[in-house]
């Protein structure tokens, strides 16, 4: 399984330095008016966990088995949650959902644009008639401006047996339509000497809201709605977000 972005080399390490939470209200909210739900590209549950505590019905897909592996170890013994191990664009689970998701821009791990149309095609087939696909994307405008090759601190985290994680991190812009850059992780013990470096290349692909309406109008949805926050403010060219709403038309 080919990855853009290796997430097995940090997976042990990614809830310590992941921790944001802005978006988990809105999902909690926005996910009430579905049955069955699938979150696409899961990573370790971040969004999922609040969700199932919730008592939602939630399958979740990522394709690094270490996200998973650490998702796992989080689920309450008496959580149902089925998790699989795909890449989104061979995704294949029985049945259909009401409700399919990709949240927190990781739609744009996937760089190459035939691998994108066939991605967005596989969640079109998933979805039963009438339902509907959340996409999460950064504006590509803002998303340019943090890629200017200098290196940036990204935090310092306690983690196991009192050790002390910092992550830094630089992203520049590999023509116009993808990011790269590389995280780098340095371990410390307790005496504050260092034990332990990592570093995790990553690439991402530039999205315009023209191209993701196109690639999803071509699979066979119609956009109901793009908001540009989380607060479901209209999107417009400041925006930070694109957080793009399509429905599945009844007539593919």
Do not use: W
């Amino acid at each position: 399984m080919e990855k853009t972005i290796n997430f097995d080399l940090v997976s042990d390490l990614y809830d310590s330095y992941v921790q944001v939470d802005f978006d988990i209200p809105f999902y909690k909210e926005f996910c009430r008016d579905y049955g069955r739900i699938l979150e696409l590209m899961c990573g370790t549950g971040r969004i999922s966990l609040p969700l199932l505590a919730e008592g939602y019905n939630l399958t979740c897909v990522d394709y690094s088995q270490g996200m998973l592996d650490a998702f796992r170890v989080k689920l309450p013994a008496s959580s149902h949650a089925n998790l699989f191990c795909q890449d989104v664009s061979e995704l294949d689970i029985d049945g259909q959902f009401d409700l399919i998701m990709i949240p927190f821009n990781s739609f744009t791990e996937i760089t190459d644009k035939a691998k994108q149309q066939r991605a967005i095609q596989r969640v079109y087939e998933h979805l039963a008639p009438g339902g509907v696909f959340f996409c999460t994307l950064y504006n590509p405008e803002y998303r340019k401006k943090a890629a200017d090759g200098n290196m940036k601190y990204l935090g310092q985290n306690s983690i196991a047996d009192n050790k002390t994680l910092i992550v830094t991190y630089h992203n520049y812009q590999d023509g116009d339509e993808i990011i790269c850059g590389t995280q780098f992780y340095e371990i410390y013990g307790p005496d504050h000497k260092l034990i332990e470096k990592r570093f995790m290349d990553i690439r991402f692909a530039l999205m315009t809201k023209e191209e993701i309406v196109h690639m999803c109008e071509a699979a066979g949805f119609g956009l109901r709605e793009i908001y540009g926050d989380y607060s479901l403010s209209p999107f417009s060219a400041d925006s930070m977000f694109m957080n793009c709403i399509f429905a599945k038309q009844n007539n593919y």
